[in-house]
C-alpha cells in the first residue's frame, strides 16, 4: 500500500549533513590563488572625504592591492532599489564604496587584497582618511525639521502617502470610544546564523560569483545593472545557507565589489563579515514609529482606524527599503471589520544604516500595532481581550471576504482557531488565578496576552506587485526531470536557507508521480542549473514554488500518459493514474511512470510528435496573497518589585492550510515566536547622538537562547488555500507576526491596575520597573 507523503512529519533530507558540516558553505570554500578583501569603514556617522591615502597599505607584507571608494567611482555604479513607491520618491545614488561622503557608521571607504585575511585586516590600519565631520540625524522627528542637518542634499524626507478607504471622518465623528496610542517598533539586527560572505572568481571572459543570499537569480539581474557585465556572463551560486530572515534578501556593497575586484586583478577574491562588522553593515529591521487612532461604538463594535507611521530608512533606499512599511499598509485592519481605514507613512532618512526586510517585513509591524490597540478598547470598555476580537472579526461563513484596505482574504476559521487556543491554554483558569493574585496584591502579578492574525504571504501576484511599483514579478519557476532509471530531479527557482525545500518538494513530488521518496533529489540556489526563478522571501517558496513544481508533475504526467497510452494500444483517456502506475481501466494490463521514462530514453518506440524525455518546467503566477492565521496566547508572571518578565506559558494554533510536513511546520513556527519574543522582552539596535551604533557585539545586543523561552504548545486548524491547487498558506514568518504582540499585551495587561498602559519595547527588567516607579511616585 503506498503511503501518501504530503502530511507525514518525514525528518529533513538535508539535515545529516548541515549539522554535520560535511556540506559547502560561501566561507568554506576556495579556489587556486585565493585573494582575501577586506574593507576600511567609516567610522562618522556622516562626514566629506577630503581624501584618502592607501599608498602605505600597498607596502605591507601579502598585500596585493589596495583602493579607495575614488578607484571605484567610474564603475561600481549604484546599489538598486527596487520598489519606488511613489511617482516623487527620493532615491540617492548609493555607490558601494563611499567616494566623496559617509552618511553612517560602517560605511566602506576603501579596501584591502592580500593574500590571508589578517594581513589584509593589518593593512587597513595603515590608510589614511581624511574625513571633514558633517553633523549627525538620528531622531526622524527631527529630522523632518526645517532646519535639520540634510542627510542628503534633496532633503530628509524619502517619500509620503497616504491611503483612504470609507469615510474616516464619519467614523470618528461622534464616535463614543476613541483609542489613541503611539507605539514605537525598535530597530532590530538580523542575527542569521551564518555571517554574509561572498566570493568571486572570472575567467577573463565570464564571472561566477559566490554568495550567503537569499536570492542568486535576482542578484544576477541586478549585478548585472549596477556594474553593466552582461548578464549572461555573470553565474550566481548560493551554496547551503545559513539563515537569512531577509537580512540575505539584499545586493550588498560587498557583493558588487567582489565582483568588480575579481575584474580589476583577474584572480578570485573572497570577504567573509565578522559578527560585529555584521552588526553594523547588514540591513536593519522594523524602526517605526506607530501612530495609531481607533474609533469604535460602546458595544466594542471598531468603526474606524487611522495609522500615521514614521519609518526609518536610514541612510539609503536599499534594495526593497521604502516598500517594507507599505507591506503593512493593507494589514493593519487585519481579521477586523470596520466602516472606514486611513493609513498614512512617511519614510525619513537617517545617518544610521539603512533597514529592509526582516522577518514578516511590515505584517509584523501592522498585527503589533492593531493587536495591541484591540486590548486597550476592551481595557477602556472593561470588556475581555477575546470578546471584543470577537465582536469585530469576519466570521468564518463570511469568506471570501474583501476588507477594508481591499484585500481579498479567501478563507480562514478565527473562531475554530481561537476556540482551540483557549482550551490549550486553560484561559478561564489562569484569568481566575490571576483576580485572585490582584486581590492578594501578590508582588508577582499574572498577565495573560492575545493576539489574533493574520498575514498576507506568498509574495505576489505579479499583476498586484505591479500596481504596486514593484520592480519585479511574484512569479516562481520548476522543472522536473524523469530520468533514464525512475529516479527524479527537481529543479526549483526558490533558494532555500533553512526552510526544509528538499524535503518538502520530494514529499510533494513523491505524491504527484508515485515516485519513491528517496529516489527524488531537489537542485537550487545555482542560475546555471536553475537557471529561472525568483527566489525565496515573504513565505513565498511553498505556496509560489511549491506550486510550480506540482504544475511541472502535471505536465509530466500528461506527457507520461501519452506514451503509456502508445505502449499499451489504447486511449489516454482509458488510462488510470494512481501508485505511479498508469493502468488501462478494466484491465490489469498497466506501466509504472518509471518503466516510461527508460522508455522515452530509449526512444525505440515513441507516438509521432512525442519527444525522447518525459521531463517538464512550469511557471505559476497566483491571482492572489495566500492569508495565514492564528491565536497566539501568553501568560507572564511580571515581578513589580524588581521588573522582571517570565514566559510561564505559551500556545500557538496557527492555520496555514495544507500542511506538507508537520515538522517542518512546527519548527517555523517555533523559530519564529522566538524571534518575536526577542523583539518583545530583548533585542533593539542602539545610536547614540552622535550616529554611533552602541549594540556592535553580542555582548551589547541580546538575543535569547533557549534557556530564555518557554516550551511553546502547538497545534493547528487547517481551512485550505483556495488561491492554489495545494491549498498551502504559508508558514515562515507567522511565528514572528503573532507573538510580539501577544508577550507585551500580557506584560501590560499584568501591570494595568498599576495604571500603565504601554511599555516600550524591549520590556527589559529596567523598563518594567521604571515603567512602576513612575506610577508609584
Known sequence: MTVQEVGQPRKRKEDARLLTGRTQWTDNLTRPGLLHVMFLRSPMAHARIASVDVSAARGMPGVVAAFSGQDFAAEQGSLPCAWPVTEDIVIPDHPPMAV????????????????????????????????????????MNEALAPDSPKVHEAGNKAFSVTITSGDIEAAFRDAPVVID??????????????????????????????????????????????????????????????????????VTAEEVLCLLLARKLGKPVKWGESRSEGNLTVHHGRDQIQHVRLAADSDGRVRGL????????????????????????????????????????????????????????????????????????????????????????????????????????????????????????????????????????????????????????????????????????GWEHASVRMLPTGKVEVITGTSPH????????????????????????????????????????????????????????????????????????????????????????????????????????????????????????????????????????????????????????YVAVDD????????????????????????ALFEEAVYDAEGNLLTTTMADYLLPSAADLPNFTLDRTETPATSNPLGVKGVGEAGTIASTPAVVNAIVDALRPYGIHDVRMPCTPERVWRALEGVRR
Open 306 to 473: 487611522q495609522v500615521g507611521l514614521l519609518a526609518d530608512m536610514g541612510a539609503y533606499l536599499m534594495l526593497v527599503t521604502p516598500g517594507i512599511p507599505m507591506l503593512g499598509a493593507q494589514m493593519f485592519n487585519a481579521i477586523y471589520k470596520m466602516d472606514a481605514y486611513e493609513f498614512g507613512c512617511t519614510g525619513v532618512f537617517t545617518t544610521k544604516m539603512p533597514t529592509d526586510a526582516y522577518r514578516g517585513a511590515g505584517r509584523p509591524e501592522a498585527t503589533f500595532a492593531i493587536e495591541r490597540v484591540m486590548d486597550e478598547l476592551a481595557a477602556e470598555l472593561g470588556m475581555d481581550p477575546i470578546e471584543v476580537r470577537r465582536r469585530n472579526w469576519i466570521r468564518h461563513e463570511e469568506f471570501p471576504y474583501t476588507t477594508i484596505s481591499g484585500l481579498t482574504y479567501d478563507s480562514g476559521n478565527y473562531e475554530a482557531a481561537t476556540e482551540k487556543a483557549l482550551a490549550l491554554f486553560g484561559y478561564d483558569k489562569l484569568r481566575a488565578e490571576q483576580a485572585d493574585r490582584r486581590d492578594r496584591g501578590d508582588p508577582v502579578q499574572l498577565g495573560i496576552g492575545v493576539s489574533t492574525f493574520t498575514e498576507m504571504c506568498g509574495l505576489a501576484p505579479s499583476r498586484m506587485l505591479g500596481e504596486a511599483n514593484y520592480g519585479a514579478g
Open 100 to 139: 566623496d561622503e559617509v552618511r553612517y557608521v560602517g560605511e566602506a571607504v576603501a579596501c584591502v587584497v592580500a593574500t590571508d585575511r589578517y594581513r589584509a585586516a593589518d593593512a587597513l590600519d595603515a590608510i589614511e582618511v581624511d574625513y571633514e565631520p558633517l553633523p549627525a540625524v538620528v531622531d
Open 498 to 649: 533553512g526552510q526544509g525545500h528538499v524535503t518538502s518538494w520530494s514529499q510533494i513530488v513523491s505524491d504527484a508521480l508515485g515516485v519513491p521518496f528517496d529516489d527524488i533529489t531537489v537542485l537550487h540556489g545555482d542560475t546555471a542549473i536553475a537557471h529561472k526563478g525568483m527566489d525565496t522571501y515573504g513565505s513565498r517558496s511553498l505556496v509560489i514554488g511549491g506550486v510550480a513544481v506540482v504544475k511541472a508533475c502535471d505536465k509530466v504526467r500528461e506527457k507520461a500518459r501519452r506514451l503509456a497510452a502508445h505502449l499499451m494500444e489504447c486511449s489516454p483517456d482509458d488510462l488510470d493514474f494512481a501508485a505511479g502506475a498508469f493502468t488501462v481501466r478494466g484491465t490489469e494490463q498497466s506501466r509504472t511512470i518509471q518503466e516510461l521514462a527508460y522508455a522515452a530514453f530509449t526512444a525505440h518506440d515513441l507516438p509521432e510528435g512525442v519527444e525522447a524525455r518525459l521531463d517538464s518546467d512550469a511557471t505559476f503566477d497566483p491571482d492572489n496573497y495566500s492569508f495565514p492565521h492564528g491565536t497566539h496566547l501568553c501568560a507572564v508572571e511580571v515581578d513589580t518589585e524588581t521588573g522582571m518578565v517570565k514566559i510561564r506559558s
Open 181 to 250: 496610542r503611539t507605539y514605537v517598533q525598535q530597530r532590530l539586527i538580523p542575527s542569521a546564523m551564518e555571517p554574509r560572505a561572498v566570493m568571486a572568481d572570472t575567467d577573463g571572459e565570464s564571472f561566477t560569483v559566490w554568495s550567503s543570499t537569499q536570492i542568486p537569480h535576482v542578484l544576477r539581474v541586478m549585478l548585472a545593472v549596477v556594474t553593466g557585465i552582461p548578464e549572461h556572463r555573470i553565474r550566481v551560486i548560493a551554496p547551503d545557507v545559513g539563515g537569512g530572515f531577509g537580512s540575505k534578501l539584499q
Open 656 to 679: 496555514v492550510g495544507t500542511v506538507i510536513n508537520p515538522l517542518i511546520v512546527e519548527g517555523q513556527v517555533q523559530g519564529g515566536i522566538a524571534q518575536g519574543i526577542a523583539q
